[in-house]
């Protein structure tokens, strides 16, 4: 079996916001008139994104990202909209406060294998990130812990490789349980409100700087599987 190597990923800034729903409005308003939308949009600029995320049975990702650790992890699987036929498995990583993310198309069979406890596939694939997967669940005991759902607005900058989304109606749904199900409808994980994430490379240009700005609000850790978390 031949593995390809991985292919090294930039890492990037990230800035999180929690803001109210007339902070979103007027936000969202003034991003409209200044960037383009991303092609995932549909008419009303917006999509639904489904993840479930993996942790270890001492919720190890959970702790570390709670406590700050400086080089955390985290696994999960994602679909968009209602279409489960396009899944990516993704890690998503932190070094030093950069952020980081790989990924890896999984078909509906291999889902649904992963998620029965059938994960020979994993080991037999010859793709890096799933091999990955396998030893973590092998070795530390990697587990579906919890649903994470929202509508997610995203805008895009080419300056600086800029993407600023505005995630809202946050729900969640328990361990592996009818994931796959786009129809279901989740626990509202937080009072009304939105998580504004501005993400860039080297540079944060000065029209996103000031498009982004809120009064009285600071950057500050903001993690929707952490919140999700709160339901378990």
Request: include cysteine; glycine fraction near 8%; charge should be positive.
């Amino acid at each position: 079996m031949t593995i390809e190597p991985a292919k090294a990923v930039s890492l990037r800034h990230e800035l999180k916001h929690q803001i109210n729903p007339q902070e979103d409005l007027a936000l969202s308003q003034r991003l409209r008139k200044l960037f383009v939308h991303d092609k995932h949009a549909g008419s009303d600029g917006a999509y639904q994104v489904t993840s479930l995320y993996f942790d270890t049975p001492y919720d190890s990702a959970l702790r570390e990202k709670i406590d700050g650790v400086n080089r955390r992890e985290k696994f999960r699987l994602r679909y968009y909209g209602t279409d489960i036929s396009l899944i990516r498995l993704e890690k998503k990583y932190k070094v030093n406060g950069l952020c980081g993310k790989r990924s890896a198309r999984m078909t509906l069979e291999q889902a649904e294998k992963l998620l029965s406890g059938e994960i020979g596939f994993l080991l037999d694939s010859g793709e890096p990130l799933f091999l990955e997967l396998y030893s973590k669940i092998k070795g530390k005991g990697l587990l579906p812990k919890t649903i994470v759902r929202y509508s997610r607005e995203a805008f895009l900058y080419g300056p600086g490789n800029v993407r600023i989304t505005l995630d809202r109606d946050i729900r969640t749904g328990l361990g592996n349980v009818d994931f796959l199900n786009p129809g279901i409808f989740y626990l509202r994980a937080m009072e009304p409100g939105t998580v504004l994430e501005v993400k860039y490379d080297a540079f944060l240009p000065e029209l996103v700087h000031m498009a982004v700005q809120i009064p009285g609000r600071q950057a500050a850790a903001c993690s929707k599987y952490a919140l999700c978390r709160r339901f378990d």
